[in-house]
């Protein structure tokens, strides 16, 4: 297939808002796709790589040369060129995937080059996700969409099934089974404003503290244990302390979901950096496990002993945890029978206050009678967290990229130091409507006092309200912090400079 085929139903796609259309142009293109190329297309359909990442910046992808005249490059040609490329490092390695990328951009044309450089950008927002892409999957092939979908959550790869389905027809989704051994996509939560709402919502809930760690998959067969992330990337290798509990079970054969968090001597979590550090670390495993070891803590069972508890309500797949698992490896939580008693709803907001003291991100509220849906962000688990926000100043913006080309967005953010000036905490381009980032272009470039290839530094005038989960230690920024999944909320053209928030304000959430 060439990519100038994926490159037009991408197109064709992002021109209509009609979901029917989006599907049929997908199923058109589905038809047309080899098995061997089916999980490289629907990959790249769904605005992502497979190799994840190549080390390719922006820099390196605004130099294009010419392009060709007519396309003749495959989907193919292009998954093994990022393949090489990715596989890059050392000395020398950027200038060689310079050289690799102008090789295969040369090799394009406009159209192809524009959906690669947004592609490989992380910029392809032609609105076929992942959801759209099975639809368009399972018309390819005749077959049911749920089973698709279902097939899709316990095959733990869209890819895997694709090229199964298009090889074999629908007679392939028998394959695809919880097995031990194999990771699904885990099941994700909606957000909610507050743990009232979440009551409302939901009605007989499991309250359950929400650990701010690394989520984990793990499989026991037998004295075997294996262990993946949320993004089903295999790390047993560096989870000996996983391992060992998994082999605490009083079951032979499990599914487990949980989270691996530092704790210190208190029971407290530590720095959530600690915790990411050490589940990425590949290097002298027993030496980090000796210094920063890790405490698992499970909160679902998703199979056991040749059972298959997926569409168990929650509270019948918890009693069989509470079986295999000895209590300090689960999660605390609270089950909420009647919401609507004051009673029950005054023990829930003490059970979350409870679980913030302790140092936690919030609550997790679960409705009992619901199926553990893989792979799906369901309305049936709620996340309840405190959203903090600060008034911080602008100190410069750099230009955006693919859709946002032209516009500045990326955000440097200050708070006021004890000086009078301003101290970095930290960038942000997230939570920007279109409407934003045009007056921000704007607004920020009357205030430009330096511009650069990168994008403009602006006098310190112009305060905005941003949101975010919390503070976490950097040494990139001066104040040695800098905040979590920061977001705008708004300008705040009514307040100066100087009511801005400042830093030790900042450090103070550090706890």
Known sequence: MLLAEIAQTSREIAATTARSRKVAALARLFRATGPDEAPVVITYLAGRLPQRRTGIGWRALSRRPAPTAAPRLTVLDVHRAL????????????TARGELLEELLGTATEEEQDFLVRLIGGELRQGALDALAVEGLAAAVEADPGEVRRAVML??????????????GPEALADFRLEVGRPVQPMLAQS???LGEALDRLGPCAVEEKLDGIRVQVHRDGQRVRVWTRTLDEITGRLPEVVRAARELTADRAVLDGEVIALDADGRPRPFQETSARVGSRLDVAGAQATAPLSPVFFDLLAVDGRDLLDLPVHRRHAELARVAPAPRRVRRLVVEDPADTASRHAAEEFAAEVLARGHEGVLVKALDAPYGAGRRGASWLKVKPVHTLDLVVLAAEWGHGRRAGKLSNLHLGARGPDGGFVMLGKTFKGMTDAMLAWQTGRLRELAVDEEPWGVRVRPELVVEVAFDGVQRSTRYPAGVTLR???????????????????????????
């Open 192 to 194: 909610a404003k507050s």
């Open 83 to 94: 393949d090489r490329i990715a596989a890059l490092s050392g000395r020398g390695s950027g």
């Open 485 to 511: 999944f920061a977001r705008v909320l708004r300008y705040r053209e009514d307040k100066t400079p100087a009511e801005a928030d400042p830093v030790d304000s900042v450090l103070a959430l550090r706890g």
């Open 155 to 168: 095959g733990g790869s869209p890819g895997a099934v694709a090229e199964a389905l298009l090889a074999r």
